[in-house]
């Protein structure tokens, strides 16, 4: 006669229905808790209620989880489709692409400022993060209707990825509630590029503070 089982017995943990969200949202929230370096991903599995099985699925590695990051807000950006030079300069068209794009990571700001700091520290693994940053700016310059292919192409990337990389020094700390010093910081960047904006050929809805607007400080 077959025995019943015993109720109580170990039980697998249910995939969360996003399981790629949920482990975003759970590894920026650890980071912003306790820095980047020294987490682990077992205590990001357990956060995200998945078991190492669907956390490898998801996620094999923490530069994972910050490529599936960065893909997301990539997404997110060119859901609103690409600008073309009806829409004003270059200039204002990457204002406008770049600001989307802070916006878009506005929610893990405090985890995202942890990860940068840890990888200041370890310049290797801030190297290996450096070509899925480049492919995300071309893509931004591709929504801002502007050519990201060729050498040309490359000289771009370059250019606004020094651009972007300033700005979000600002953006990191930035206590304005519509990212004011972002914007003024932003634009002062690529106003000094001007002289570079016949090459990009290429203004967003959003409206670029003028020369007049405050300029951000400096954030070291």
Same mark, same amino acid.
């Given at each position: 006669?077959?025995?019943?089982?015993?109720?109580?017995?170990?039980?697998?943990?249910?995939?969360?229905?996003?399981?790629?969200?949920?482990?975003?949202?759970?590894?920026?929230?650890?980071?912003?808790?306790?820095?980047?370096?020294?987490?682990?991903?077992?205590?990001?599995?357990?956060?995200?209620?998945?078991?190492?099985?669907?956390?490898?699925?998801?996620?094999?590695?923490?530069?994972?989880?910050?490529?599936?990051?960065?893909?997301?807000?990539?997404?997110?950006?060119?859901?609103?489709?690409?600008?073309?030079?009806?829409?004003?300069?270059?200039?204002?068209?990457?204002?406008?692409?770049?600001?989307?794009?802070?916006?878009?990571?506005?929610?893990?700001?405090?985890?995202?400022?942890?990860?940068? /700091?840890?990888? *200041?520290?370890? @310049?290797?693994?801030?190297?290996? %993060? =450096?070509? +899925?940053? $480049?492919?995300?700016?071309?893509?931004?310059?591709?929504?801002?209707?502007?050519?990201?292919?060729?050498?040309?192409?490359?000289?771009?990337?370059?250019?606004?990825?020094?651009?972007?990389?300033?700005?979000?020094?600002?953006?990191?700390?930035?206590?304005?509630?519509?990212?004011?010093?972002?914007?003024?910081?932003?634009?002062? /960047?690529?106003? *000094?590029?001007? @002289?570079?904006?016949?090459?990009? %050929? =290429?203004? +967003?809805? $959003?409206?670029?503070?003028?020369?007049?607007?405050?300029?951000?400080?400096?954030?070291?």
């Amino acid at each position: 006669m077959a025995t019943a089982k015993k109720p109580g017995g170990t039980r697998r943990k249910s995939k969360p229905r996003d399981p790629e969200k949920k482990v975003i949202d759970a590894a920026m929230k650890l980071a912003a808790e306790k820095g980047w370096a020294n987490l682990s991903l077992a205590e990001i599995g357990e956060a995200a209620g998945l078991d190492f099985k669907d956390l490898f699925a998801v996620a094999p590695s923490k530069s994972a989880i910050l490529e599936a990051l960065s893909r997301r807000v990539d997404a997110e950006v060119l859901s609103e489709g690409p600008l073309d030079a009806g829409d004003g300069s270059a200039r204002d068209r990457l204002f406008d692409v770049l600001m989307r794009r802070f916006d878009a990571l506005l929610p893990y700001r405090e985890g995202l400022g942890e990860v940068i /700091y840890d990888l *200041r520290r370890h @310049p290797l693994e801030a190297l290996m %993060e =450096g070509p +899925g940053l $480049r492919r995300s700016l071309a893509w931004m310059l591709e929504a801002a209707g502007i050519d990201s292919s060729g050498i040309k192409g490359l000289l771009r990337v370059k250019a606004l990825s020094a651009i972007y990389l300033m700005s979000l020094r600002v953006w990191l700390k930035d206590d304005t509630a519509d990212l004011s010093k972002t914007m003024a910081a932003l634009d002062g /960047y690529l106003r *000094r590029l001007e @002289p570079w904006a016949e090459r990009f %050929e =290429g203004a +967003g809805s $959003r409206h670029a503070p003028s020369s007049h607007d405050e300029t951000a400080k400096d954030v070291s």
